[in-house]
């Protein structure tokens, strides 16, 4: 019998994760599969992510697999496109059995209705990436991306990433995480029907109670903190995983 209902987890952009913390978190999908039936990834699992028709990124192999390991063993897997992995398509869903989710959408996590989004583009502010959001998501951005080599890829997107640059920079996402926890509050005080509002993206973990019962949860990510949650009709918990070699 799975000890949690559901577990949550999200940005731990692998690929741009330091060793240790990607070490980690394949431990951890190793325990999920033993530990729940619903795994709800909430963005930026990979740090970078296209589908090609022909070809899969090979630095993603290990966790590719341990995926599809864990559907195999009848473990739900549903993963919100984020920021840095939002170009998910059929190999993900036909080949390895994720649900992809294109939030924000409310649904079911753990016995609660849920307002699940990865956060990028969400609350006051990024005006500017929410108009570039609607052009790299556009089919033409997609046809004209899939034009370039796969190598040629790789390099553009590692220019343009700041992950690696941000390790170790304490509370950097402090700003966007004021405007998510806001977002999440006017969303529960909109909706009572809403008990949770699931959000990542700023890289901070942080779980508060903004009514009885109803809960604001951020996941946080793996980069500086490898931290997941656990949700069930029982409660909600934020942990920690131990990284060995962290440093």
Not at 99 to 117: C, F, M, N, V
Not at 151 to 177: L, M, N
Request: some cysteine.
């Amino acid at each position: 019998m799975s000890e949690f209902e559901s577990m949550i987890v999200s940005d731990a952009h692998l690929g741009a994760t330091p060793k240790a913390s990607e070490a980690a978190f394949h431990e951890f999908l190793t325990f999920a599969g033993g530990a729940t039936r619903d795994l709800v990834i909430n963005g930026d699992l990979f740090d970078f992510w296209f589908e090609y028709r022909t070809v899969v990124l090979r630095r993603h192999f290990r966790t590719l697999k341990a995926l599809s390991e864990l559907v195999d063993a009848g473990v739900r897997i549903r993963l919100v496109g984020g920021n840095h992995d939002s170009w998910g398509g059929t190999f993900l869903t036909d080949e390895i059995g994720i649900e992809l989710i294109d939030g924000p959408i409310t649904t079911e996590i753990g016995g609660r209705t849920t307002y699940l989004a990865h956060g990028d583009g969400l609350g006051h502010g990024d005006l500017r990436y929410r108009m570039l959001k609607r052009v790299i998501r556009s089919g033409p951005a997609s046809y004209a991306f899939r034009r370039l080599h796969p190598d040629w890829a790789d390099y553009v997107v590692r220019f343009v990433s700041h992950t690696e640059t941000r390790q170790g920079i304490p509370d950097s996402g402090r700003s966007r995480a004021t405007q998510l926890e806001a977002l999440a509050r006017a969303t529960l005080a909109a909706d009572p029907s809403i008990q949770l509002v699931a959000l990542g993206h700023c890289h901070i973990p942080s779980l508060i109670e903004v009514y009885p019962g109803r809960h604001y949860l951020n996941t946080g990510d793996w980069i500086d903190h490898c931290t997941w949650a656990t949700v069930g009709p029982d409660g909600i918990e934020l942990h920690s995983w131990y990284v060995h070699d962290r440093n």
